[in-house]
């Protein structure tokens, strides 16, 4: 026929009196677009023509269709999937960019219209904790998991957020069922290891926090996590190793781990060690702004130089 197009031309349709031709292609776009020909008496197409805006531009056309109905026979069309992936597009949009109050905005329209995905009720609830309600994000998190149990992302996203309330025990929970689902979730297990090394829990949370070493060996702020647990048990050689490691990783930036390594040094014996590096993470602490290290790192050292 004269309206082919050169790419991807199908779920054709023909209008009730057989004069016109609708038609899918992909012939200007990587979606299928709507193209019309009308079919004279001769059984002569003409060339095809682009129905414009008949979605949007991040949408497919599949399978057009003709509705035989008077001028004035349609008087709306109600498209509630179409409408919750465009809010939920725009939602997903304003995420990327930072924008959390448009998301919650546009979260808010798409579950209006279906309230049964749980991906998007675990959406809603990252939204939501941007912008401060942690309440109504730990409703939407647990809406995720009665829709999808084994929804290890919304585990974790829960277990983070009543962890920021206070609520250690469940959060544990929470984030124990996430690495259970995914052994490979890094990030759950860390926030695992924290609670539990918050809680006391020092054994349970070095196990983790060894685990998480061996998926991410390379991030500093594991080393520093676990000699920080190893630290408070005594088990000051093995502390030493890592905190070590985790100076090394990070360039020497952290100032963390150099306060860290500092103590370690002085409970080892090592007082004039340890002043080094408590004056090199205090060095760091004030260049980054980070005044809530700079005051405990000037304690421990004013500690140390005292009993010189």
């Not at 023909?14 to 004279?40: A, C, E």
């Not at 497919?60 to 008087?75: K, Y």
Request: with cysteine; net charge negative; charged share 25%.
């Amino acid at each position: 026929m004269n309206c082919n197009t050169p790419l991807m031309n199908s779920w054709h349709s023909f209008s009730p009196n057989g004069r016109w031709l609708v038609f899918s292609s992909k012939g200007r776009s990587p979606y299928t677009q709507m193209f019309l020909t009308h079919i004279d008496e001769s059984g002569e197409d003409s060339p095809p023509v682009l129905i414009e805006n008949a979605t949007a531009a991040n949408r497919a056309v599949n399978i057009p269709e003709f509705v035989n109905l008077p001028p004035d026979g349609l008087q709306g069309i109600e498209t509630p999937v179409a409408d919750y992936a465009r809010h939920a597009d725009l939602a997903i949009e304003a995420m990327k960019n930072r924008r959390y109050s448009d998301a919650v905005e546009e979260w808010n329209k798409a579950l209006d219209l279906d309230a049964t995905d749980a991906q998007a009720h675990n959406n809603f609830g990252v939204a939501l904790m941007e912008t401060g309600k942690t309440a109504q994000a730990i409703e939407h998190y647990r809406k995720a998991l009665e829709i999808h149990p084994k929804f290890s992302e919304a585990c974790n996203n829960l277990g983070e957020a009543l962890a920021s309330k206070g609520a250690d025990k469940e959060a544990i929970v929470h984030f124990d069922k996430a690495v259970q689902l995914d052994p490979g979730f890094t990030v759950a297990r860390q926030n695992l290891a924290m609670v539990l090394a918050r809680t006391g829990q020092t054994d349970k949370a070095i196990e983790h926090m060894k685990k998480v070493i061996e998926q991410q060996p390379d991030a500093p702020e594991n080393h520093r996590n676990l000699g920080h647990a190893l630290a408070t048990k005594g088990a000051f050689k093995e502390a030493r190793a890592h905190l070590e490691e985790a100076v090394r990783l990070s360039g020497r930036r952290d100032p963390l781990a150099l306060f860290l390594l500092g103590r370690v040094s002085a409970d080892q014996g090592r007082r004039q060690e340890g002043v080094r590096y408590d004056q090199e993470a205090l060095s760091v602490a004030t260049q980054r702004n980070r005044a809530d290290l700079v005051q405990a790192i000037s304690a421990h050292l004013r500690e140390l130089l005292a009993t010189q």
